[in-house]
């Protein structure tokens, strides 16, 4: 079995924001491999199908960003999802617009949503994809700049790379994470 994760913050009042790119990169996941989120458990809304004999979760945490791992550690735990098979795409400040990276371990980066999986999962062993959202100007409150919209100029590159993201994670169904990595990044 495998989980992708999407980082982000529920409700129609964050749905276009910087935040929220991991939850627009889970619903292009499940557009492309025609999974329906339609199960609300545990604090995440989720769906599966199984893709090449194997089940594949998509997750959008419902708890709001800085507590992402109260709805993440018990989808892992009731289905036995082991934590290789894990992997979480999520917002990243030190990355431009239109950019993506590929990780299978680290740190939180500074990122609460992984703070809080850090800690509820006891362990930095899983796999990220990280999508740009850039950073804002001088004198911008960095909680204001992550919870605001992408402006006119921004929209394709970030249309762009959760394509990309997305593409990645479909990649990672059928093939080793480190030549996915090798791929996209």
């Known amino acids: 079995m495998k989980l992708i994760v999407g980082l982000g913050n529920p ?3 964050y749905e276009d924001t910087r935040h929220n790119v991991g939850f627009h990169v889970i619903d292009q996941c499940a557009k492309n491999l025609n999974i329906t989120l339609n199960q609300e458990k545990w604090k ?3 769906g599966y199908e199984t893709i090449g004999g ?15 791992g109260e709805a993440v550690r018990p989808l892992i735990d009731f289905y036995k999802i082991d934590i290789d098979n894990v992997l979480v795409v999520y917002d990243d400040l030190d990355l431009p617009p239109g950019k993506i ?3 299978q371990k680290g740190g939180h980066g500074g990122h609460n949503g ?3 999986l850090l800690a ?4 930095e062993n899983f796999k990220r994809i990280r999508v740009g959202i ?3 100007e001088s004198g911008i409150a960095v909680a204001n700049y992550v919870l605001s919209t ?3 100029t921004e929209k394709q590159d970030v249309h762009d790379s959760v394509q990309h993201a997305a593409n990645a994670c479909e990649s990672w169904l059928s093939k080793d994470f480190l030549n996915v990595m090798n791929s996209f990044n």
């Open 134 to 136: 850039g950073r804002p």
């Open 54 to 68: 194997e089940k594949v979760f998509l997750l959008k945490p419902l708890t709001y960003m800085n507590l992402s």
């Open 120 to 123: 509820h999962l006891g362990t």
């Open 150 to 152: 992408f402006p006119p």
């Open 101 to 103: 990276r590929l990780r």
């Open 11 to 13: 409700g129609k009042k």
């Open 114 to 116: 992984i703070k809080s």
């Open 44 to 46: 995440g809304l989720f």
